[in-house]
């Protein structure tokens, strides 16, 4: 059985940064491209960023580019967001999602979900 | 960026009925699309990729169909499980999008 296990999500004041983390299993991870997609309070879901299946390819939307940075750890079966210099509107819920194939050039499907991790930028 | 947008924002039906849910896209992304299913406090679903073809342990009752510009989500006969916010999602081009969400409530 697939299964995504984020982590990490807090509450954090502006500027602050947190590292959230997914162990994935029930599957074959570094075959798989990875990916956070989020959803704000009451909003709808938005996608953060994407990570090829080696970690070589990296993508992100424009409102973190700078900011966010994601990584995976193959031999762990992890997946990473490192998020410096966090803002109000950076407040949601951060979802990991695997893709149905390895990336890396193209955006994917998100064939499955964790139930994710709360992050609350706040002073 | 590709802009999605669903019709209607709340579709109130009862168990048993046809629902039929709207996604119109920006630019055209040939099949490129995706449809999930969003209940509070669990992680989405993916239940249509490529437009038309079901997720792996899909029920029937869900279809998708179109492409281009214009896409619908079909459930054919509500089971109390199926009420929830939906999302449509293209893949054509950087960034993936979502569309905002269309809530099925029960009636």
């Known amino acids: 059985e697939v299964q995504m296990l984020e982590s990490g999500g807090d509450l954090v004041q502006p500027g602050g940064s947190l590292r959230l983390s997914c162990a994935a299993s029930g599957f074959t991870f570094d075959n798989h491209a990875m990916s956070w997609v989020r959803q704000a309070p009451g909003k709808g879901l938005e996608w953060v960023s994407s990570v090829s299946y080696s970690g070589s390819n990296t993508y992100y939307r424009d409102s973190v580019k700078g900011r966010f940075s994601i990584s995976r750890d193959n031999s762990k079966n992890t997946l990473y967001l490192q998020m410096n210099s966090l803002r109000a509107e950076d407040t949601a819920v951060y979802y990991c999602a695997k893709s149905p194939g390895g990336g890396p050039y193209s955006p994917e499907y998100f064939q499955d979900w964790g139930r994710g991790t709360l992050v609350t930028v706040s002073s | 960026e590709i802009v999605l947008t669903q019709s209607p924002a709340t579709l109130s039906l009862s168990p048993g009925e046809r629902a039929t849910l709207s996604c119109r896209a920006s630019?055209?992304?040939?099949?490129?699309l995706a449809w999930y299913q969003h209940k509070p406090g669990q992680a989405p679903r993916l239940l249509i990729y490529d437009a038309s073809i079901r997720a792996t342990g899909i029920p029937v009752r869900f279809s998708g169909s179109g492409s281009g510009t214009d896409f619908t989500l079909t459930i054919s006969s509500l089971e109390p499980e199926d009420f929830a916010v939906y999302y449509c999602?293209?893949?054509?081009?950087?960034?993936?999008?979502f569309g905002q969400g269309t809530r099925l409530a029960i009636k």
């Open positions: 630019q055209r992304v040939s099949s490129y």
């Open positions: 999602q293209q893949r054509s081009n950087w960034p993936p999008t």
